[in-house]
């Protein structure tokens, strides 16, 4: 019975959505199907958790999550502040920014990029969960260890992104360069940078999604009593459910706004490139 | 080597006579490759005078391009010797001797096309003031006026390739080479960008290097015209055009026009029959 009324509940919300992305190619239409798309699923969510009363320790109903979130947004905040904030966003701006620094320098020097590129798949190729632990014994328990383990996931996608940018721009380009009598540092500024922009933001996006893990899990390992990793791992021991969904709901939150933002900043920084412009 | 122009430019006749822009004697160029040693260049003399229009006609791999290149130090001889302007090629690109149009356009994306006209500009130190003059002044050479703000990629590709020759002209290097730059437009567009070519040329007195498999085009735009051969990549006939230097389009169905195509026609088939 509870079966039958959320698949009917289904058809009837996605005949809605097919109607309304059919008709509807304009702006409002775009965001109203996601935003409807979201929203069935929620309601089936309820409707299936209420119906077949399944546990609240299993899968709590997005109501209830929801009134966790609204009640503990004070503790919610200072577990972003703490874990996002100064974990997450400062170990992928050392990443990145160290990652691109070297990315040049390997540039320059052709020792480093033969020897650097082959150790650095190896090291990125380390698993987190067993370096983890490592770092926060050299760091310790504060946000510094975790920015660590952001550092050492982020550097190396980013840094062969960088590097395959670097050599994006095509020869003739080089040799017209060559021909106005360029200095490295002005071909580099002129050309070949603009040319590794679209690298740049793809390895920044690889980045973003990687550091707010790495932020998290880095905290199953050792943290002061603050922090979104720390909460989670508590909460699931006292069965606090709801709070768990809610820390991830916040995690999901922030992982997109993350990634929006940088998804912007591509846009219009690489509008000339053909997968950017209609 | 035919010198002085009527009107225009009398500066610089002088020199004309005394040294010429390029000069190349027993230029060898040998490139190493996986399937062994290939003579891209063997024994080339060639000597450029000053408002010369020359143009390089061969089949592919006769090295065209690679002497081109060779003059704006893109590739560097392995014997002989080359000076242009009295100086290695070398000295001559770092005193920006060269605006140098390859067969794309290859005009920066992210840049507007009054961008892209400036970035040599940039990179040489022209001040602000100087840079948009100068823009100015070549867009309108290439007709190109009012087309400033707009990106590559919104223009045609004829209008494209006009936007890299302006480039080339906007920072006044005595030499402009040209390597193949309308062989990816259709015959209408490069017959029209030819006539302005010529109209630039008479207009700016540069030397012009002219890379092209046409006949029609080697000898229309030419004052001389070198014809080359592959394996190895050398010079079989050098031929001094006695056309007059205002050419409407339909001195091509004059009879020294033919002429000279027919020289050229023999030159090339030489080259081939005795490899």
Not at chain 1, 31 to 45: A, N, S
Not at chain 1, 191 to 208: C, E, Q, S, T
Not at chain 1, 221 to 231: A, D, E, K
Not at chain 2, 156 to 171: D, E, V
Request: aromatic share 10%; proline share 5%.
């Amino acid at each position: 019975m509870v079966l039958a009324l959320a698949l009917a509940f289904w058809a009837a919300a996605w005949a809605l959505n097919a109607r309304v992305a059919a008709f509807g190619r304009t702006r409002a239409g775009r965001i109203f199907v996601p935003v409807l798309f979201g929203i069935t699923l929620l309601v089936l969510w309820e409707g299936l958790v209420r119906g077949l009363g399944v546990s609240a320790v299993i899968l709590p109903t997005p109501s209830a999550i929801a009134a966790k979130f609204a009640a503990s947004t004070g503790l919610l905040w200072a577990d972003f502040v703490q874990t996002v904030l100064k974990g997450a966003l400062s170990g992928f701006v050392i990443g990145t920014a160290a990652a691109f620094a070297t990315a040049i320098l390997a540039d320059r020097v052709p020792f480093l990029r033969e020897g650097l590129l082959p150790v650095g798949n190896f090291v990125a190729a380390l698993p987190i969960v067993g370096m983890a632990p490592i770092l926060v014994m050299w760091f310790g328990f504060g946000w510094q260890s975790k920015a660590a383990v952001v550092v050492a996931m982020v550097f190396f996608p980013m840094l062969i992104n960088v590097v395959a940018g670097l050599a994006a721009s095509d020869r003739m380009q080089r040799d017209l360069m060559a021909t106005w009598g360029a200095s490295y540092w002005q071909a580099l500024w002129k050309l070949r940078l603009p040319a590794a922009m679209p690298f740049v933001f793809n390895g920044l996006k690889i980045a973003a999604s990687l550091a707010l893990i790495g932020a998290i899990v880095a905290e199953y390992f050792g943290s002061p009593v603050v922090g979104m990793g720390f909460r989670i791992s508590t909460a699931v021991g006292v069965l606090n459910i709801e709070l768990v969904w809610a820390e991830i709901a916040v995690a999901a939150l922030a992982g997109s706004a993350f990634y929006g933002l940088i998804a912007l900043a591509e846009k219009a920084v690489t509008f000339w490139h053909p997968s950017q412009r209609n | 080597m035919k010198i002085g122009r009527p009107g225009r430019r009398d500066d610089g006749v002088k020199d004309t006579l005394s040294q010429p822009v390029v000069e190349a004697r027993g230029l060898n160029l040998v490139f190493q490759t996986a399937d062994g040693p290939v003579q891209a260049l063997k024994d080339v003399d060639l000597t450029v005078g000053k408002g010369d229009f020359v143009s390089f006609i061969g089949p592919s791999g006769c090295g065209k391009t690679t002497l081109l290149r060779c003059i704006a130090a893109l590739e560097h001889p392995t014997g002989g010797t080359l000076t242009v302007n009295g100086m290695t090629p070398d000295e001559a690109r770092r005193k920006r001797a060269y605006g140098y149009v390859f067969q794309a356009a290859g005009l920066y994306p992210w840049r507007t096309i009054a961008g892209n006209i400036r970035l040599p500009l940039e990179i040489m130190g022209f001040d602000r003031a100087e840079q948009e003059a100068r823009v100015e002044r070549v867009l309108e050479l290439v007709e190109l006026k009012g087309f400033g703000r707009k990106f590559p990629w919104q223009l045609s590709g004829g209008m494209q390739q006009r936007a890299s020759i302006a480039r080339a002209l906007a920072f006044d290097a005595d030499i402009l080479l040209m390597d193949e730059p309308f062989g990816a437009l259709d015959e209408i567009v490069r017959d029209r960008l030819n006539e302005e070519v010529l109209k630039l040329w008479a207009r700016t007195g540069k030397t012009i290097g002219f890379v092209t498999h046409s006949i029609p085009e080697a000898v229309y735009l030419s004052t001389k015209i070198v014809v080359m051969s592959p394996r190895p990549g050398r010079i079989t006939d050098v031929i001094d055009s006695p056309l007059p230097r205002e050419r409407p389009l339909d001195i091509r169905d004059s009879r020294e026009f033919i002429e000279i195509s027919h020289r050229v026609r023999e030159g090339l088939r030489a080259g081939h029959s005795d490899d």
